[in-house]
C-alpha cells in the first residue's frame, strides 16, 4: 500500500517569513495529493491539493508543488499569519482508495 | 452547503465498555470514510463505504470494530469491548467521486 512520509514534525517561523513542508510518497500510481489544516479541536480542513497533472498549483499566500519523478510534493505558505499556526498533513491517493496521511506537521508563526 | 456532522464530541468509557459513533455526510456524497487520529499522528483509514457497501476495511480491528452504512447515507461506527489503546479522535470524511474528502469535527474518544 501507499506510505507518506513528510518533514519537518515542527516548524517555528517569525510572521511574515515563508514556511516549507515536503511529503515523499511510495506508490508512483498515486495521482492526487491533498493538503489539509487542523486546528485544536476541529477536524482537518483541506487547503490545497494537487492533481498529477499538474506541477505547481497556487492559492493566494499558499502554493503547491509535485514532483513526480522523484515521488515528492511540497506545501509552501509566504508571508506566514499567526492565523496559520496549526497542524499540516499531507496525503495522497490513487483516487480509488482512501487518503493515506503523513505524520503531520506543527507550524508555529511567532508574532 | 451543510459540512459532515458527528456525534457525540466526546465520550469517556471505562476499558471493556462499548460505544456507538455517528455520522451523517455532506448531502450527495456516495462515499464515506472513519479515519482514527491518535494523538500526535496523522489520519489511520479504518473502513471506506461507496454508498452502502466496504470498499475497503483491511485496517478494522474486526474482532471489536464494526461499522455499518444502512440506506447509503448516515453511519455508525462501534466498538465493543473498548480497549485503553482505542483513546483516539474518530473522524467521519465524505467524498464524491472526485477523492476531495471533507471531515467532521470529530469524537474524542477516551478509555479509562
Known amino acids: 500500500g501507499e506510505n507518506v512520509e513528510q518533514h519537518p514534525s515542527t516548524l517555528s517561523v517569525q510572521e511574515g517569513d515563508s514556511a516549507v513542508i515536503k511529503c515523499t510518497y511510495s506508490d508512483s500510481a498515486s495521482n492526487y495529493f491533498p493538503w489539509y489544516k487542523q486546528e485544536l479541536g476541529k477536524g482537518p480542513q483541506l487547503i490545497i491539493d494537487i492533481r498529477s497533472n499538474v506541477g505547481e498549483k497556487k492559492d493566494q499566500r499558499i502554493a503547491v508543488t509535485l514532483n513526480k519523478t522523484a515521488k515528492h510534493f511540497s506545501l509552501h505558505i509566504t508571508e506566514t499569519q499567526p492565523e496559520d499556526s496549526a497542524v499540516y498533513f499531507c496525503a495522497a491517493t490513487t483516487g480509488r482508495r482512501a487518503l493515506t496521511f503523513g505524520s503531520g506537521t506543527r507550524l508555529q508563526v511567532q508574532p | 452547503e451543510a459540512g459532515v456532522a458527528q456525534s457525540p464530541r466526546y465520550k469517556i468509557i471505562e476499558k471493556r465498555q462499548s460505544v456507538a459513533f455517528w455520522c451523517n455526510p455532506i448531502?450527495?456524497?456516495?462515499?464515506l470514510y472513519w479515519y482514527q487520529q491518535i494523538l500526535g499522528q496523522g489520519p489511520k483509514l479504518l473502513i471506506q463505504f461507496q454508498n452502502n457497501g466496504v470498499v475497503d476495511d483491511s485496517q478494522l480491528p474486526k474482532d471489536r470494530f464494526s461499522a455499518e452504512r444502512l440506506k447509503g447515507v448516515d453511519s455508525t461506527l462501534k466498538i465493543q469491548p473498548a480497549k485503553l489503546e482505542d483513546s483516539a479522535v474518530y473522524l467521519c470524511?465524505?467524498?464524491?467521486?472526485?477523492?476531495?474528502?471533507?471531515f467532521g469535527q470529530g469524537t474524542r474518544l477516551t478509555v479509562v
Open positions: 448531502s450527495g456524497h456516495a462515499t
Open positions: 470524511a465524505s467524498s464524491r467521486e472526485t477523492a476531495e474528502a471533507f
